[in-house]
């Protein structure tokens, strides 16, 4: 199982009930590799969370890796669907202000921990795992075209200034967004966070016609 498209198709084949439980586990191994990493995380203790045998767990993923896998997929639909409908109002630079404060507000909430949970995956897997890598790529791309939906409107509408770039900016704000995220989850304090999504907001803002 190679891609986020086999997880997806090998999900559809299932009962109910199997979606269910293969759910169960998806969401428990989730939370563990969040809290302690990947490698931190065994089969054993994604079991024990997900409190199903071993048989059952080994009959929907063969490998910790076919695991790992379906984790990407789950962490990258919480993370996008977590921001909508936001994501589908950054079309103005209100929206996007409101985008940036929601972020500012999780994660004070997560108490400052583990930073973007996509981006500790990443930081995990993309040396190491070639396919891991690519779905990765595959996850952050789609948060990428979110933003760059929005910032394209703005551009096509002509509030934007013929100059801008909707495709350099969205993939510069989703790279300052990381790492803000990053160094917010180490400093325990949103101030990195939210000096550069302003420092971007800003930037884009002298685009605005």
């Known amino acids: 199982m190679d891609t986020i498209t086999d ?9 109910k009930k199997g979606k269910e439980t293969r759910a169960r586990i998806v969401a428990a191994a989730a939370k563990l590799m969040f809290d302690r990493g990947v490698a931190g995380t065994s089969v054993e ?10 048989s059952q767990l080994y009959h929907y993923f063969k490998e910790k890796r076919d695991l790992v896998l379906a984790v990407i997929v789950y962490q990258t639909e919480q993370v996008l669907d977590a921001q909508e409908p936001l994501l589908s109002r950054l ?7 409101m985008w940036r404060d929601a972020i500012v507000k999780l994660q004070i909430e997560r ?18 795992d070639p396919a891991a890598r690519s779905e990765l790529v595959a996850g952050f791309m789609q948060w ?7 910032l394209r409107a703005m551009y096509d509408r002509g509030e934007l200034r ?8 969205a993939l ?8 803000g995220l990053l160094l ?16 971007m907001l800003a930037h884009i803002h002298t685009f605005i016609v």
């Open 162 to 169: 013929a100059d801008a770039d909707p495709n350099h900016l």
């Open 184 to 199: 917010t989850q180490v400093r325990k304090e949103t101030s990195p966070l939210e000096a550069v999504l302003d420092a």
């Open 91 to 97: 079309d103005s630079m209100e929206g996007l202000r």
């Open 45 to 54: 203790d994604v079991q024990r969370e997900a409190k199903v045998s071993a």
């Open 144 to 150: 990428e075209l979110a933003i760059r939906k929005g």
């Open 7 to 15: 997880v997806k198709t090998s999900e559809q084949r299932l009962t």
């Open 172 to 179: 510069a704000l989703l790279t300052a967004l990381q790492g």
């Open 111 to 128: 108490h400052f921990q583990g930073g973007c949970s996509i981006g500790s995956l990443a930081s995990a897997l993309a040396d190491t």
